[in-house]
C-alpha cells in the first residue's frame, strides 16, 4: 500500500534563508505523481508544486523546489529566501499509478519562519 | 479560470441532527470531485470522491453521503451527525492527466 512519510512535526527558520521539508514515499508503482500543499491557519490547501516519476528534472515554481530522489523515494520540498507568510502547515501527498483520483497524504509539517 | 466554492463556511449543529455542505466549481467540465476531512492537528483523509454525475465513491464507511446531482456540484450528508462527524471539511476537484487537486476554502463542523 501507498505511504507517504513527514518525520518532522514542526521546524523553524530564520527569515530569508532556505529550508527543506522532508518526505519519503512508499509505491510499488511505476508512475506516481508527487504533490506539496500548504495550509496556513485559514485552512484553505493551496497546492505548491508537482512531480511527476516520469520527470527527469526537479520540479520548480518560484520559491519553491522539489528535490526528488527516486532511488531513496524521498520528494522533499525547499524553500527558498523563507518569508514571514510561509508561516503553515505543509503537507506532501502522492497519487498512485493504479488511479489518477485520489491523494494520500501525509502528517504534515509546521514551519514557523522568524523575523 | 477555475474557481472552487464550499458553503457554509463554519457550521455548529447538534448531536442527531441532518447535515448537508455544498460545493461547487466554476470554469471547468467534468471535473473530478473530492470530500476531505481533517480532524484537528492532522492530515486530510478521503472520504467521497466522484469522476461523474452520480458516481461516487466512498474511502471510509461512517454515517456521511455524497451526492453529485450535477457535473460541477457535490454534496456532503448525514441523517444523524455524531460527535465524531465534527472537523474541517475540504472538497477539492482535480485535473485528470496530473491528479492535482484544487482545494475549497472549507467548512469547519462542530457537533455539539
Known amino acids: 500500500a501507498q505511504k507517504i512519510t513527514q518525520t518532522q512535526p514542526g521546524m523553524f527558520v530564520q527569515e530569508k534563508e532556505a529550508v527543506t521539508l522532508d518526505c519519503t514515499y512508499d509505491?510499488?508503482?511505476?508512475?506516481?505523481?508527487l504533490f506539496w500543499y500548504k495550509q496556513p491557519s485559514s485552512g484553505e490547501m493551496i497546492f505548491l508544486i508537482y512531480?511527476?516519476?516520469?520527470?527527469?528534472q526537479n520540479a520548480t515554481e518560484g520559491r519553491y523546489s522539489l528535490n526528488f530522489q527516486k532511488a531513496r523515494k524521498s520528494a522533499n520540498l525547499v524553500i527558498s529566501a523563507s518569508q514571514l507568510g510561509d508561516s503553515a502547515m505543509y503537507f506532501c501527498?502522492?497519487?498512485?499509478?493504479?488511479?489518477?483520483?485520489?491523494?494520500?497524504f501525509g502528517s504534515g509539517t509546521r514551519l514557523l519562519v522568524r523575523p | 479560470s477555475q474557481t472552487i466554492h464550499q458553503w457554509p463556511a463554519t457550521l455548529v449543529q447538534p448531536v442527531g441532527s441532518p447535515l448537508s455542505l455544498e460545493c461547487t466549481v466554476e470554469?471547468?467540465?467534468?471535473?473530478?470531485l473530492y470530500w476531505y476531512r481533517q480532524a484537528a492537528g492532522r492530515g486530510l483523509q478521503l472520504l467521497f470522491y466522484?469522476?461523474?454525475?452520480?458516481?461516487i465513491s466512498s474511502e471510509v464507511p461512517q454515517n456521511l453521503s455524497a451526492s453529485r446531482p450535477q457535473d460541477r456540484q457535490f454534496i456532503l450528508s448525514s441523517k444523524k451527525l455524531l460527535l465524531s462527524d465534527s472537523g474541517f471539511y475540504l472538497c477539492?476537484?482535480?485535473?485528470?492527466?496530473?491528479?492535482?487537486?484544487?482545494f475549497g476554502p472549507g467548512t469547519r463542523l462542530t457537533v455539539l
Open positions: 477539492a476537484w482535480g485535473l485528470w492527466a496530473s491528479g492535482t487537486q484544487y
Open positions: 509505491t510499488s508503482d511505476q508512475s506516481y505523481g
Open positions: 512531480q511527476g516519476s516520469y520527470d527527469e
Open positions: 501527498a502522492m497519487r498512485d499509478g493504479d488511479s489518477s483520483y485520489k491523494l494520500i
Open positions: 470554469g471547468t467540465s467534468n471535473p473530478n
Open positions: 466522484s469522476v461523474g454525475i452520480g458516481q
